[in-house]
């Protein structure tokens, strides 16, 4: 047999393996933005067209706030892999409906500049972009940031918009005051399906749910922070008692009333800033857990959801360092 | 229904081995002049006793052992020496090989005496002067390796049939087609070190090798046959023992170490043949697939046959961009070309359309691959020490533990070439050290 000639033949060399599993950052972060759908869905239902506005330009300003950057930079631009839209859209999850269009604009400008690109990029960030957006918008405009509209649904019925609270804050307003607020205004099943005041993407824990399914389906999350941060509120607001002259809040008005389902189904299991292991999640989510409880029941904001996962992204490091595997063999 | 063993991390891959699962392995003529590279086995390549111009008998030694972990070549057809020189090779940068023109006419073979009871030494000659070595790739020695290190003692002999990278099915049709030769392997490595337990572990996604061996062992007293779940890498070494007896090779050791050896199946065949029928070790099967080939298949060919003569057999090369692959998917090595020679480590050619992916894309911190990997370690951490060149670290946190498997790249979003980075984490770490 003659050999054949293959001196024209050109094969492509790169190094093992040489098989992949298909997934990619774009696939991972389109992901997560369709597990965010229902709870986009629910903010306009909830809240009006205005949600939807207020959705949109977070996310294209984020967008274009990356994209300006790299081209400063002079890296390449990356906005279609979908992490600039991901961080955007919680940003404006994380929004009352009544505030300005410029607000989320400015939020989502400054998270991509500040809490991403500053840092290095997408990967490089310590603390939960969209997070750090979210605590300058607050710090910047205070008001703008705590006047809580009601749920359409409420509209219909006269509520005053500038009166209306989120459970949250309902509570913490009782110790302020010294009065009781009324009895039986959030309902378990309003705070279910979302029929309350607070972020437009926060209220529908219905929707935070379905998202959820999808990415443990999915494998982009995994159960341990979720769980452990969710149990860790439950138990110690349950336990701790609350500060005098507070609405007492049930641990299922603390579940369902605020900001914590977002927080740990789609900020504290953000890959880039929270611990890679099984273990280090576990205590991650704890640690959310505590700091939550504790600035709610005592602390001098409502929430406490967000600054939780902000502290805790600073002891990432330290968590990955104390919960490494046994090697094999050792 | 027997229970199914396995062991920690690992990916659960397409198997892709149906083009081939059922062709039987067919044996090819000699092509028309054979490459046989020096260095075939792990530690020292042995020295050529050959020259340039002289006449070659067919299983005629070429090259003699160097040192104590060496092995002999032997010329895998008869003819005339035509270059002593270094030629591209599949595993690496071009090396010293023997180049031999087929004689058509010739027919004749030297074999070795034939032996029918040998004792565990006679076993251990019989390999290093038949150039016997591991064929799943490693090319370890099995002489070195049927002499444990002094103190140890081997209480088990386990023939590794996982078989566990995609496309590949030598091992497959030697069971189906040989199985008593590769028992016959087993009871001689068992003789050779004395171990009173031998098993052969198959994955679950080949049981009709699974009920032919068994078929063929049920009168053994101390020979069984086990089955093991589809996952890669279930043929790592470390991970089989660790499947099978739930002992842990401790890190740096080796199988020996907690009393266990293993041999892939086409090797205990080999030693069979060697032993049995004095068959120094002068051709091999390999597997020849990948979604474009015409006819794919199981060839048994010449040592130093080229590339390009299986790719012919198996109906030439397809049209469009190709990556050639020597090996499997997971571990194998890219060829830039088709005229490297088939060794004694190739156990496949897999031609496969070339995939254009982004690649060392940022981290996402995601785990995935730490998840996947079977040793315990965080292949994106050791990556990023080894992008920063700080080795002192990447020690410290397992590098040299790495089994090069694959399944961290495998798994990676960010498409990091996270094996080739711990790869050369580990040869800087040798030259620091050093």
Redesign the interface.
């Known amino acids: 047999?003659?050999?054949?000639n293959?001196k024209k033949?050109l094969?492509?060399?790169?190094?093992?393996?040489?098989?992949?599993?298909g997934?990619?950052?774009p696939?991972?972060m389109w992901a997560v933005v369709i597990s965010l759908l229902p709870a986009l869905l629910a903010s306009i239902y909830f809240f009006g067209y205005r949600a939807l506005q207020i959705e949109v330009v977070a996310v294209v300003s984020a967008v274009l706030t990356e994209a300006a950057i790299q081209k400063l930079r002079g890296r390449p631009v990356t906005v279609s892999d979908g992490s600039a839209a991901v961080a955007g859209l919680l940003l404006a999850f994380n929004l009352p409906v009544g505030v300005p269009l410029w607000l989320p604009a400015v939020g989502s400008a400054f998270w991509i500049a500040i809490g991403k690109q500053a840092f290095?990029?997408?990967?490089?960030n310590i603390f939960n972009p969209a997070l750090v957006g979210r605590v300058f918008v607050m710090h910047s405009w205070l008001g703008r940031m705590t006047t809580w509209s009601p749920p359409r649904t409420a509209l219909y019925e006269g509520v005053d918009a500038l009166t209306y609270a989120t459970p949250l804050g309902a509570a913490k307003e009782a110790v302020v005051s010294l009065v009781p607020a009324a009895e039986g205004v959030f309902s378990t099943a309003d705070m279910f399906w979302g029929n309350i005041g607070g972020c437009i993407g926060e209220t529908s824990a219905i929707a935070l749910l379905l998202g959820v399914a999808f990415l443990l389906y999915r494998g982009?999350i995994r159960w341990q922070t979720p769980v452990a941060f969710i149990a860790a509120v439950g138990v110690l607001t349950w336990l701790l008692p609350e500060q005098d002259g507070a609405l007492a809040l049930t641990p299922l008005q603390h579940l369902l009333g605020g900001g914590l389902l977002l927080g740990a189904i789609f900020m504290a299991t953000d890959?880039?800033?929270?611990p890679?292991?099984g273990w280090g999640m576990l205590i991650f989510g704890l640690g959310c857990g505590l700091i939550t409880s504790l600035i709610r029941l005592y602390g001098g904001f409502p929430e406490g959801v967000c600054y939780s996962i902000l502290i805790m992204n600073a002891f990432t490091p330290l968590i990955d360092r104390f919960t490494?595997?046994?090697?094999?063999?050792? | 229904m027997p229970k199914f063993w396995t062991f920690k991390g690992g990916v659960r891959l397409p198997e892709h081995k149906e083009r081939t699962a059922g062709k039987k392995i067919r044996d090819l003529p000699p092509p028309d002049r054979v490459i046989i590279p020096l260095a075939q086995n792990a530690g020292s390549p042995p020295r050529p006793v050959v020259e340039k111009g002289q006449a070659v008998e067919e299983g005629e030694v070429i090259a003699s052992p160097s040192g104590p972990v060496s092995s002999t070549l032997h010329a895998s057809v008869s003819g005339k020496v035509t270059a002593l020189d270094d030629f591209p090779v599949p595993y690496g940068p071009p090396a010293p090989a023997v180049e031999i023109e087929t004689d058509p006419e010739s027919s004749s073979r030297r074999r070795l005496a034939p032996l029918s009871d040998p004792s565990p030494e006679e076993i251990r000659s019989r390999a290093l002067e038949a150039g016997v070595v591991g064929l799943g790739g490693a090319g370890f020695p099995i002489q070195v390796k049927l002499a444990p290190p002094e103190g140890t003692e081997i209480d088990c002999a386990i023939i590794n049939a996982a078989e566990c990278e995609p496309f590949l099915t030598v091992d497959y049709r030697m069971m189906l087609e040989s199985g008593p030769k590769v028992i016959d392997g087993l009871k001689l490595i068992m003789k050779a070190v004395g171990a009173g337990e031998g098993i052969i572990a198959i994955e679950a996604n080949k049981m009709d090798a699974f009920y032919k061996l068994q078929s063929l062992v049920h009168r053994e007293k101390n020979i069984r046959v086990e089955l093991l779940q589809v996952k890669y890498p279930q043929g790592g070494e470390k991970q089989l023992i660790a499947a099978l007896l739930g002992r842990e090779v401790p890190s740096g050791g080796l199988p020996s170490a907690v009393g266990c050896l293993v041999q892939n199946v086409a090797t205990a065949a080999a030693l069979s043949e060697a032993v049995r029928e004095g068959e120094p070790l002068i051709e091999r099967v390999v597997t020849v697939s990948g979604p474009a080939l015409k006819s794919p298949g199981n060839f048994r060919v010449r040592i130093g046959t080229p590339f390009s003569y299986l790719v012919e057999a198996a109906g030439g090369l397809p049209e469009g961009e190709l990556k050639i692959i020597s090996g499997g998917p997971m571990m194998g090595v890219a060829q830039a070309g088709l005229e490297v020679p088939v060794v004694k480590g190739t156990s496949g050619i897999l031609v496969v359309p070339a995939v254009h992916r982004e690649r060392n894309l940022p981290c996402l911190h995601c785990g995935d691959c730490l998840r996947g990997c079977p040793m315990g370690l965080n292949p994106g951490d050791l990556a990023t020490l080894v992008e920063k060149e700080r080795w002192a670290e990447f020690e410290e946190h397992g590098g040299r533990d790495c089994i090069e498997c694959g399944c961290c790249a495998y798994s990676c979003s960010s498409g990091r070439d996270l094996v080739q980075l711990i790869k050369l984490g580990k040869e800087a770490l040798k030259k620091v050290k050093s």
């Not at chain 1, 047999?1 to 054949?4: D, F, I, S």
């Not at chain 1, 890959?271 to 929270?274: C, E, K, P, S, Y």
């Not at chain 1, 490494?324 to 050792?330: A, C, E, H, P, V």
């Open positions: 047999m003659t050999a054949v293959t033949r094969f492509q060399v790169t190094p093992a393996p040489h098989f992949h599993s997934e990619t950052i696939r991972v290095g990029g997408l990967g490089h982009y890959m880039v800033t929270t890679v292991t490494r595997l046994r090697i094999f063999g050792t």
